[in-house]
C-alpha cells in the first residue's frame, strides 16, 4: 500500500485536524497521547472509545501512546482493577508505550511543585471545614468570598504543609488550596484544593502518604512529566482546562500539554458509569464485571464481541463534540458483521423435540458433509451424522399452520438443512398430553435433489440423537428495557427480567466438542454462539449466546 492510500484511509476528526496543524507548523514533531483510567472498576464500551483516539492516534501519526493509571483516590482502587485493565487495552489490540505508568509514580515531584507554588504565594492552607468551603465558594451566579486563611504567610504555609505531610493533623481537618480567584465566573478557578489529608493505604505507595493531591491538579502535571502533546478528555472537563492550564503555567515545567474535549460515548439500553456498573456488581444483579450482560470490555469480550467488531464500531460512531446517545444496535450491526464473516456454522436444537424416521433401519447412519461457511470454501467442511433418531427445535413443528409458516407441519414435508426431506405422518404426546415424539418418513432421494413429485416447505436444522453432545446455552439479551436506564432513580427498576435465559439440555452438533474457549459459531438459524470462556470444556459445553441474527428489539419498540 503507498503512503497517500495510507493517509486515505485514517478517519478524520477536528482532534486529528489540530495535530495535523501543529505538526505543519512545526509545534510538533512528534505526537505522544495516554490513556488514563482510574482503577476504580473494570473498562466499558465508553472507554473503548477513548482508547481507540488514544491508541489509534499514537499508531497512525507514528507516535506514542501512554497507559498512566490516574490512582489519586486509594480508597477506591483496587490492583485487581489494574490488572484487568491493562488486559482489555491489550485484548483490543493495543500497545502502550514502555512501562505502565501511575499518577503515584509522580507524588514526590506533585508535591515539589505544592511547595513551589506556596513559595509564590500562590497557594495555602486552609482550614475551613469541608462545609464551610462550600459555602465560601459561591454559586453558578454568585461569587465566591475569601477564606480567612487566604492570606497566611508563605513560612507558615510551609510549615503546615509538611505537617499535613507527617501526619501531624486528622483527615480533612486542613486542605492546601491554590490561590486563584474566588470571584471568577468558573467555580473551578475559585481556589481548589490541591492536597487533602487522607490516612489510607495507596495500592502503589502503600502508607509512605498520607496526603493526596487532587485529580486536577495531579491530571496536567502528570501529562507534563510525561511530555503528552495532546491531552484528550471527555467534555466535561472542558470548565476545568482553564485550571489544568493554571497550574502548568504556575510550575517550572516546560512541557505544555494541549487539553482537547471530545464527547463521552452513551450507549442506549446500558450504562457507561463505573459508578452504576459497581452496583450491579455489589448487589449481584450480575455475576461479576466481566458477566457476559455487562456492557465491560471483559463482558463483551465474554459475550462473543471480537476486538475487530468493537474498535469497527467505535469508528463508526466518529469523535465530535455533539453529545449523543448510540443505540445498541449499531454495536450489534459490528457484531453481527463480523461474525457474519468469520463464524464457523454448526447446528444446535434449543430446545429439543424427538423425531423418529420409520423408514430409517435401527442401526444405519450416514456421515454427511456440511461447509463450515456457506461463503468461505477454505473454511472446509464438518461431518455430521444421519441417523434414525434425530432432534429438531419445538419452534419448528406445528400441527397446523396457515402457508407462511416455513418449517414442519403434521402431514407436510420439510428439509433438514444439509441432509434429507422428511414428512411428518403422525404425533405421540406424553401423559401430560404434550408432544413428546414425532413419527416421520425421510426421503430416500432427496439428498442435494428436491423431491420429484411433492414440495418441502423451508428448511430446518436437526441433530442425530446419538451424534449430538448435551450443552448448557445461555440466551442473553439487553440488560435494561428501557432506553435511557441512567435516567432512572433506581437502575434495577429498569432491568430486563429476561436478559437471562438458561437452557440446561440444548443439543448441539459433535463437532462442537471441538469448540475452543471464546471460539464463536453461528448456529444456524438460532443466532452467534461463544464457547463460555471460563466454564466451558470438552466434558461441560457451555454457550453463551453473542447476539441473534436479526435486530429483535426494533419491532418490539416500534409497538409500545
Ligand atoms: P466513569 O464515569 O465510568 O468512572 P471516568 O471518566 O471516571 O468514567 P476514567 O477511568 O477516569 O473513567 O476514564 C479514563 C478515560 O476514559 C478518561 O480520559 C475518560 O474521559 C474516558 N472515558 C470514560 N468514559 C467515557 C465515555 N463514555 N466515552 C468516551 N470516553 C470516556
Ligand atoms: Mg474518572
Request: hydrophobic share 35%; aromatic share 8%; with cysteine.
Amino acid at each position: 500500500m503507498s503512503e497517500s492510500e495510507n493517509i486515505g484511509n485514517k478517519p478524520t476528526n477536528f482532534i486529528r485536524t489540530m495535530i495535523d496543524n501543529d505538526i505543519s507548523s512545526g509545534k510538533h514533531q512528534s505526537i505522544i497521547t495516554r490513556f488514563p483510567p482510574e482503577p476504580n472498576g473494570f473498562l466499558h464500551i465508553g472507554h473503548a472509545k477513548s482508547i481507540c483516539l488514544n491508541f489509534g492516534i499514537a499508531e497512525d501519526y507514528q507516535g506514542r501512546c501512554n497507559l498512566r493509571f490516574d490512582d489519586t483516590n486509594p480508597a477506591k482502587e483496587e490492583s485487581a482493577y489494574a490488572e484487568a485493565i491493562a488486559k482489555d487495552v491489550q485484548w483490543l489490540g493495543f500497545q502502550w508505550d514502555g512501562e505502565i505508568r501511575h499518577s503515584a509514580d509522580y507524588f514526590d515531584r506533585l508535591y515539589g511543585y505544592a511547595e513551589e507554588l506556596i513559595e509564590k504565594g500562590l497557594a495555602y492552607v486552609c482550614e475551613l471545614s469541608m462545609q464551610q468551603m462550600r459555602e465560601y465558594r459561591g454559586t453558578l451566579t454568585e461569587k465566591g468570598k475569601n477564606s480567612p486563611f487566604r492570606e497566611r504567610p508563605v513560612d507558615e504555609n510551609l510549615a503546615l504543609l509538611r505537617k499535613m505531610k507527617a501526619g501531624k493533623f486528622d483527615d480533612g481537618s486542613l486542605a492546601l488550596r491554590a490561590k486563584i480567584d474566588m470571584s471568577s465566573p468558573n467555580i473551578n478557578m475559585r481556589d481548589p484544593v490541591i492536597y487533602r489529608i487522607k490516612k489510607a493505604h495507596h495500592i502503589r505507595t502503600g502508607d509512605q502518604w498520607c496526603i493526596y493531591p487532587t485529580y486536577d491538579f495531579t491530571h496536567g502535571i502528570s501529562d507534563a512529566i510525561e511530555g503528552i502533546t495532546h491531552s484528550l478528555c471527555t467534555l466535561e472537563f472542558e470548565d476545568h482546562r482553564p485550571l489544568y492550564d493554571w497550574f502548568l503555567d504556575n510550575i517550572s515545567i516546560e512541557c505544555h500539554p494541549q487539553q482537547i474535549e471530545f464527547s463521552r460515548l452513551n450507549l442506549e439500553h446500558t450504562i457507561t458509569s463505573k459508578r452504576k456498573l459497581n452496583q450491579l456488581v455489589t448487589e449481584e444483579v450480575v455475576d461479576g464485571w466481566d458477566d457476559p450482560r455487562m456492557p465491560t470490555i471483559s463482558g463483551m469480550r465474554r459475550r462473543g464481541y471480537s476486538a475487530t467488531a468493537i474498535r469497527d464500531f467505535i469508528a463508526r460512531t466518529g469523535v465530535t463534540k455533539k453529545v449523543h446517545t448510540v443505540e445498541m444496535s449499531l454495536l450489534e450491526n459490528s457484531v453481527r458483521e463480523d461474525l457474519g464473516e468469520n463464524a464457523p456454522r454448526a447446528m444446535a436444537v434449543l430446545n429439543p423435540l424427538k423425531i423418529t424416521l420409520t423408514n430409517y433401519a435401527e442401526d444405519k447412519t450416514e456421515e454427511l458433509l456440511a461447509p463450515r461457511h456457506p461463503q468461505k470454501e477454505a473454511m472446509g467442511k464438518r461431518k455430521i451424522t444421519f441417523s434414525k433418531t434425530l432432534y429438531i427445535d419445538r419452534a419448528d413443528f406445528r400441527e397446523s399452520a396457515n402457508k407462511k409458516y416455513k418449517r414442519l407441519v403434521l402431514g407436510k414435508a420439510v428439509r433438514l438443512r444439509n441432509a434429507y426431506v422428511i414428512t411428518c405422518d403422525e404425533i405421540k404426546l406424553d401423559e401430560q398430553g404434550e408432544i413428546c415424539e414425532l413419527l416421520c418418513r425421510y426421503d430416500e432421494n432427496t439428498l442435494g435433489k428436491n423431491p420429484a413429485d411433492y414440495k418441502a416447505k423451508g428448511v430446518i436444522h436437526w441433530v442425530s440423537e446419538q451424534h449430538s453432545a448435551v450443552a448448557k446455552v445461555r440466551l442473553y439479551d439487553r440488560l435494561f428495557n428501557v432506553s435511557n436506564p441512567a435516567a432512572e432513580t433506581n437502575i434495577l427498576d429498569a432491568l430486563n427480567p429476561d436478559c437471562l435465559v438458561t437452557i440446561e439440555q440444548a443439543r448441539v452438533e459433535l463437532s462442537l466438542k471441538d469448540a475452543k474457549p471464546e471460539e464463536v459459531f453461528q448456529f444456524e438459524r438460532e443466532g452467534y454462539f461463544c464457547a463460555d470462556r471460563y466454564v466451558h470444556s470438552e466434558a461441560n459445553l457451555v454457550f453463551n449466546r453473542t447476539v441473534t441474527l436479526r435486530d429483535s428489539w426494533v419491532k418490539i419498540e416500534a409497538k409500545g
